[in-house]
């Protein structure tokens, strides 16, 4: 009996995680079905490795802010025409789109209108849910299926009049370095008074973020230490922002340990007692991993004129997950260092606040457990709607 032909799989992933996310769903399309997969369209190496050959490089539309995509908008419209007919003369059994939605939803448009006949499903629902959520509607005709990476997100594409979504779970949740870290903050802990805290620092990753927060953050430290708190400061960062964090943090009364290590990052959770941060997906680490944390963020000036369009009730993902406000957000003025030492005490300590949250971040855990791994789940849908499309 002659084999199955391959599935031709079209996948768009400009993004390192979304490269991951895609090979995790090709390893389960091989596992599932027992047969080969043909991979056309762009990826990193991940997907290179299951024998993708892009039409160019990813990194090309892994842009990040609204002014970055406006000047390379030229070039980014040229490459998502390309990118469309490639697709669309492949005839795929499937498209998959992964994140990236300003690049790869405009491709699925253009694949849509060109065929309509390939299924289109999209990995990461668009924030639709905090800003702009007239975008769910908007990619209904051309989006046939959306992987949800948070468990809130198919009742809100539901209310918004979106495309189906599924909730596939987080790579987070089955994280080597999360799951390590939860480990080290569950064993027992001493939580007297006059002992030496060891506080995590994480003013962000991106250098509008870091300099917007380094000196209130050294600010709240100084305040700390007023208070008579001794103090063991752990700062992780990115490479890409080492050197001003190193220059920054130079001005302040105690020195942090900076670390750019991976395993060295999630040994530091590991032994927190609480942690100072930027607001950002840092907040679901440390939730998952039983960090107490303060979240804090200052607009830079272009963004504070967009604010108004803001929806959502929190910027906190443990927050919006557990429906609950568990972490504490500060935003602009209200990065108030004398307060957030303060709040910062209540987390140190064995006190109805820390227990509030460690409490909130196990209901966390909870709502985005799966039953499965991410990868099967997503492949699942996929296998899905080729099946419709061939049954049609």
């Known amino acids: ?20 996310l895609g090979a995790d769903i090709v390893q389960s399309l091989k596992r599932m079905t027992g047969r080969d997969v043909r991979l056309v369209g762009i990826g990193g190496r991940h997907l290179q490795a299951l024998g993708l050959v892009p039409l160019f490089d990813g990194a090309e539309i892994a842009l990040m802010g609204l002014s970055a995509i406006l000047r390379d908008l030229p070039r980014l419209m040229r490459r998502i025409g390309q990118t469309a007919r490639a697709v669309a003369a492949e005839k795929p059994d499937c498209l998959i789109t992964i994140d990236s939605p300003d690049f790869s939803l405009r491709v699925a448009k253009k694949v849509r209108a060109a065929d309509p006949s390939i299924p289109i499903v999209h990995y990461v629902c668009p924030s639709v849910w905090a800003w702009r959520p007239g975008r769910a509607v908007a990619m209904k005709p051309y989006v046939d299926h959306i992987l949800c990476i948070l468990p ?3 009742k809100e594409l539901s209310r918004l009049g979106g495309p189906p979504g599924t909730y596939v779970g987080h790579r987070l949740t089955h994280d080597p370095g999360v799951l390590s870290a939860a480990r080290a903050q569950g064993q027992p802990r001493d939580l007297s008074g006059d002992r030496v805290k060891t506080l995590l620092v994480l003013p962000g990753s991106r250098r509008g973020e870091v300099s917007r927060l380094i000196d209130p953050f050294g600010q709240t430290i100084s305040a ?3 208070r008579g708190h001794r103090l063991r400061l752990l700062l992780p960062t990115v490479p890409h922002v080492a050197d001003l964090v190193k220059t920054s943090v130079a001005r ?9 290590d991976a395993e060295r990052k999630w040994q530091a959770f590991g032994k927190a007692d609480a942690a100072l941060i930027a607001s950002g997906t ?11 944390m303060i979240s804090c963020y200052r607009l830079d000036p272009v963004m504070r004129m967009v604010q108004g369009l803001v929806t959502v009730w929190s910027a906190a993902l443990p927050n919006l997950i557990a429906d609950q406000a568990i972490v504490p957000e500060h935003y602009n003025q209200y990065v108030r260092p004398r307060y957030l030492a303060r709040q910062l005490e209540a ?10 949250q460690k409490d909130g971040f196990a209901e966390v855990a909870r709502r985005m457990a799966t039953d499965k791994p991410s990868g099967d789940i997503a492949a699942e849908v996929v296998l899905r709607h080729i099946k419709l499309r061939h049954s049609n």
């Open 1 to 20: 009996m002659a084999a199955e032909k391959p599935l031709k799989i079209a996948i768009v992933a400009g993004e390192e995680s979304g490269d991951l």
């Open 152 to 154: 809130f997100e198919v």
């Open 224 to 226: 700390l230490r007023a």
């Open 252 to 260: 302040w009364d105690e020195k942090p340990e900076i670390i750019l």
């Open 282 to 292: 840092v907040s679901l680490e440390l939730a998952l991993s039983g960090v107490p």
């Open 347 to 356: 987390l140190f300590s064995d006190t109805a606040y820390r227990t509030w």
